[in-house]
């Protein structure tokens, strides 16, 4: 339906932005009277206020209902304040001027707010997986979805850990499914490992999207957006068509080639990544550089907790490579796999030699969680006090990498 993107290496006018969102809320078909919203938290970077102060006024006109729902999957809820920050409108504007719209969290543990729309039989995982898992996986969905006349996904497009790169229907699911889905797609993606599948468009993980998708009988639609430093492109139609074009583009602005790999790295974290859940974003998105025994250090000391939702079990499992996880299943089998996953990414590549954890390489936490805490989950530790990140500048001969703002933005080696 639209296809907007920028030179190589620019970005689109305001005028063009707003002409090309226009044009998309205007021809976007009709479902009856109600459409709702499927935005991202506060921890993806895209200009989802001016998206939607663009198209509220036309979508106004043309539904009675244009609520919002944030796709959380298992982050924590917003409040108001915060729905109406990541909107880029004040609470009394809500009240005076976006009168239609109406917000909504997705609680992922609620089972009260979850529909079971359908099942992959255990031939289908098999098949999707590759080999990798023979289970039944029911696929549940917030409720709320089924009694809109439509959906319109509006998010991001970044090269993705689990899922190789994020956007369309995983603002669905996992974005806002049900446990056992997210359990499942998150340890396949960990089974393939973050080095293989992340940045790679087509692969098991992303085909169990959109093959749930389906099984939604709520019309679809998407506005994939791809954002570097401004709105480098915006791609609107079904969410399949939609995120096509933008993971292309994607794959263009957001992976940056290096000649080397890297005996140090630290990546710091943008205020945007409040806790270790997210945070650990800067070190997925640069594992494929750093160097076989080399050191990461994840600067933020404005990171003070590991997870609320899942910091208890984080807490029990602490971090460890895949064949850890896979070596001692029948102990921690009972831990979600969703948090197993997240614990295999942060912890990186490793092996097992007898009952021996050898990580590939070094994870260190420069955050405001304590060292105590920091070596219990079995992550180093260094005091965030005592890091410079200038010292950390202009070293790349030396093997030496300063990531300013990490978490985005895919690194890989040039060959």
Known sequence: MICAQSTPTGTLSPQDI?????RFAEEMPQHGQRILLVVPDLTRTAPIDVVYQTIYPILARRFRDVDVM?????????TDQQICQRLGISEQQHKDTYTQSRFFNHAFDDPEQLQLIGHFSSEQVWEISEGLMREEVPITINKRLLGYDQVLIIGPVFPHEVVGFSGGNKYLFPGVA????????????ALITNVK?????????????????????????ALCLVEDSGLAGMFGGSPEEAWQGASELSSQRHILYTPRAY???LSCAPEMYDEMWVGGKC????EPVLAEGGTLIIYAPHIK?????????????????RDYIVYHWERLKHIPRGVLAHSTHVKGQGRMEGDVEHPRARVVLATGISEELTRKVNLDYVSPGSINPADYANREAEGVLLVPHAGERLYRLRE
Not at 70 to 78: D, M, S
Not at 283 to 286: D, I
């Open 70 to 78: 944030v796709a959380l999957g298992t982050h924590q809820p917003l």
């Open 263 to 265: 005996h140090t790295i």
């Open 283 to 286: 070190m997925y998105k640069l």
């Open 178 to 189: 049900g446990r056992e889905l997210i359990d499942f797609f998150h340890w396949l993606g």
């Open 197 to 221: 599948v992340i940045g790679v468009k087509h692969n098991p993980v992303r085909r169990v999207v959109d093959e749930a998708a389906k099984y939604l009988s709520t019309p679809r639609y």
């Open 305 to 321: 907790l590991i997870s609320v939702t899942h910091g208890a079990l984080i807490e029990e499992v602490g971090y460890h490579c």
């Open 18 to 22: 707003n002409a090309n969102l226009c």
